[in-house]
């Protein structure tokens, strides 16, 4: 980019600063912008203007300048790549991405000096209504495109772009990829819509990068539409817009997440999602379990034992007796083969009690790598139990409700039935009246 362009945005940038935020549709950005340049335009002589008069000579030329505007430079082509899951600039140096199918690349790309960096810089933060710049920053990006981390080292400014999918994976599409089975899926949707009188509580854990937020986003389509959900995150990461009634609150310097989870008790939900759960939220998400909301959220941890020690100890520090409150403990694995990465729920358990201040689970599934396959263990009778005395079903028949609603999303996945909002349409379908549902599937085919 030359000088003269960089110059030209670096003053926009000021000019727009405050006035542009996440929630605006592309045409009010759009309007700002315009406005913004003509003011500037209009604040140069005649002469000195007239340089700049061929960006707003017609539609095109204004349709191409707010493209370039809002663009992100050399890396725009990377953010387009649906393949590219994180994009990594170490100031002018090499820009590096994180592929689903190789992994670690260099691209030969990088950012020409300093000056063309922190324009991107400052548009990724003006873009997100963020006007201080700390060294450490995590923003997020328009449109839900992803959220960016930036610190200032003495080498320069690092940057990790985390990108969202535009489109999230269903829980057909993991199905189709081999991260769970059908006989999974329908036990978390179970878990999920708890036959309409006990939901569970869940926590999805994994390592960085093991898939924990792409299920939790795609369990979100077993909620029923008249609940109101609360999803609270540190930067937002969970894609809701297919979804009515639903608040989003993200934590900054003023609010914390304990401070989010703990307001969100007076905004009447009947779910509350947690992004990421990693310190005194803990307590205040078991409260609230306690007194009757369900609650999803996820945590690092490579184990359901290593998740419920993270839990037990600081800076969480929840009680043993509480942890119980926890039903069900999902465990995401990340697996590079060499010939690339795929991911997989490793582990679905059920809490089982206490003994002797031991949290006891109850593994349902266990994934054994030879196979590449989850392989059944003992059914667990706890959220069974529990499920039973609620809606005075019979084991034996939740046990076949979920052979039904296996058999409804292997007809889901049959029919190419894939989209989150279809798939999350259908569920819906299912809980009021099966055979409806199942028709819609056969009419649609």
Same mark, same amino acid.
């Given at each position: 980019?030359?000088?003269?362009?960089?110059?030209?945005?670096?003053?926009?940038?000021?000019?727009?600063?405050?006035?542009?935020?996440?929630?605006?549709?592309?045409?009010?950005?759009?309007?700002?912008?315009?406005?913004?340049?003509?003011?500037?335009?209009?604040?140069?002589?005649?002469?000195?203007?007239?340089?700049?008069?061929?960006?707003?000579?017609?539609?095109?030329?204004?349709?191409?300048?707010?493209?370039?505007?809002?663009?992100?430079?050399?890396?725009?082509?990377?953010?387009?790549?649906?393949?590219?899951?994180?994009?990594?600039?170490?100031?002018?140096?090499?820009?590096?991405?994180?592929?689903?199918?190789?992994?670690?690349?260099?691209?030969?790309?990088?950012?020409?000096?300093?000056?063309?960096?922190?324009?991107?810089?400052?548009?990724?933060?003006?873009?997100?209504?963020?006007?201080?710049?700390?060294?450490?920053?995590?923003?997020?990006?328009?449109?839900?495109?992803?959220?960016?981390?930036?610190?200032?080292?003495?080498?320069?400014?690092?940057?990790?772009?985390?990108?969202?999918?535009?489109?999230?994976?269903?829980?057909?599409?993991?199905?189709?990829?081999?991260?769970?089975?059908?006989?999974?899926?329908?036990?978390?949707?179970?878990?999920?819509?708890?036959?309409?009188?006990?939901?569970?509580?869940?926590?999805?854990?994994?390592?960085?990068?093991?898939?924990?937020?792409?299920?939790?986003?795609?369990?979100?389509?077993?909620?029923?539409?008249?609940?109101?959900?609360?999803?609270?995150?540190?930067?937002?990461?969970?894609?809701?817009?297919?979804?009515?009634?639903?608040?989003?609150?993200?934590?900054?310097?003023?609010?914390?997440?304990?401070?989010?989870?703990?307001?969100?008790?007076?905004?009447?939900?009947?779910?509350?999602?947690?992004?990421?759960?990693?310190?005194?939220?803990?307590?205040?998400?078991?409260?609230?379990?306690?007194?009757?909301?369900?609650?999803?959220?996820?945590?690092?941890?490579?184990?359901?034992?290593?998740?419920?020690?993270?839990?037990?100890?600081?800076?969480?520090?929840?009680?043993?007796?509480?942890?119980?409150?926890?039903?069900?403990?999902?465990?995401?694995?990340?697996?590079?083969?060499?010939?690339?990465?795929? @991911?997989?729920?490793?582990? *679905?358990?059920? /809490?089982?009690?206490?003994?002797? #201040?031991?949290? %006891?689970? +109850?593994? &349902?599934?266990?994934?054994?790598?030879?196979? @590449?396959?989850?392989?059944? *263990?003992?059914? /667990?009778?706890?959220?069974?139990? #529990?499920?039973? %005395?609620? +809606?005075? &079903?019979?084991?034996?028949?939740?046990?076949?409700?979920?052979?039904?609603?296996?058999?409804?999303?292997?007809?889901?996945?049959?029919?190419?039935?894939?989209?989150?909002?279809?798939?999350?349409?259908?569920?819906?379908?299912?809980?009021?009246?099966?055979?409806?549902?199942?028709?819609?599937?056969?009419?649609?085919?």
């Amino acid at each position: 980019m030359d000088e003269a362009r960089i110059g030209l945005e670096e003053e926009l940038l000021e000019r727009i600063k405050d006035r542009i935020n996440l929630s605006q549709s592309a045409e009010v950005k759009e309007g700002i912008i315009l406005n913004a340049f003509s003011d500037f335009c209009n604040s140069l002589g005649d002469k000195d203007c007239k340089g700049n008069a061929k960006y707003l000579g017609d539609e095109k030329s204004k349709k191409d300048f707010l493209a370039g505007f809002q663009s992100y430079g050399v890396i725009n082509p990377l953010l387009d790549d649906p393949e590219v899951e994180d994009i990594i600039i170490n100031g002018t140096g090499p820009i590096y991405t994180h592929r689903q199918s190789e992994g670690l690349t260099e691209t030969g790309k990088r950012f020409s000096d300093l000056r063309e960096l922190n324009l991107l810089i400052k548009k990724m933060l003006t873009f997100a209504d963020k006007n201080k710049l700390n060294k450490i920053n995590n923003v997020d990006m328009p449109g839900m495109a992803g959220r960016v981390n930036i610190v200032y080292s003495p080498m320069g400014p690092e940057l990790t772009i985390t990108k969202i999918k535009a489109n999230p994976l269903s829980i057909i599409d993991l199905i189709e990829k081999g991260t769970l089975n059908v006989e999974v899926a329908a036990q978390l949707w179970l878990y999920i819509e708890g036959l309409g009188v006990k939901p569970a509580n869940i926590l999805v854990s994994g390592g960085p990068g093991s898939g924990k937020t792409t299920l939790l986003n795609a369990l979100l389509s077993f909620i029923p539409s008249d609940q109101h959900i609360v999803v609270i995150e540190d930067t937002f990461e969970l894609l809701t817009e297919w979804i009515g009634n639903v608040s989003r609150l993200e934590s900054d310097a003023d609010l914390s997440l304990a401070d989010l989870v703990k307001n969100s008790l007076r905004m009447r939900p009947e779910r509350i999602i947690v992004g990421e759960v990693r310190g005194s939220e803990a307590q205040d998400m078991i409260t609230a379990m306690n007194i009757g909301k369900y609650c999803l959220a996820t945590i690092h941890a490579s184990t359901v034992r290593e998740t419920i020690l993270r839990l037990q100890n600081n800076p969480m520090n929840v009680p043993e007796v509480l942890i119980s409150l926890i039903d069900v403990f999902t465990v995401m694995r990340k697996i590079n083969t060499g010939k690339g990465v795929y @991911r997989v729920v490793e582990e *679905l358990s059920e /809490s089982a009690g206490l003994e002797q #201040k031991t949290v %006891l689970i +109850s593994p &349902l599934w266990l994934f054994d790598p030879a196979s @590449r396959s989850l392989n059944k *263990l003992d059914p /667990s009778t706890v959220y069974r139990d #529990k499920l039973s %005395l609620a +809606s005075g &079903l019979s084991g034996k028949q939740i046990m076949d409700e979920i052979d039904k609603r296996s058999d409804f999303l292997d007809k889901l996945r049959a029919a190419g039935i894939k989209s989150i909002k279809e798939v999350s349409s259908y569920c819906e379908l299912y809980i009021r009246n099966p055979k409806d549902a199942v028709l819609g599937i056969k009419n649609r085919t």
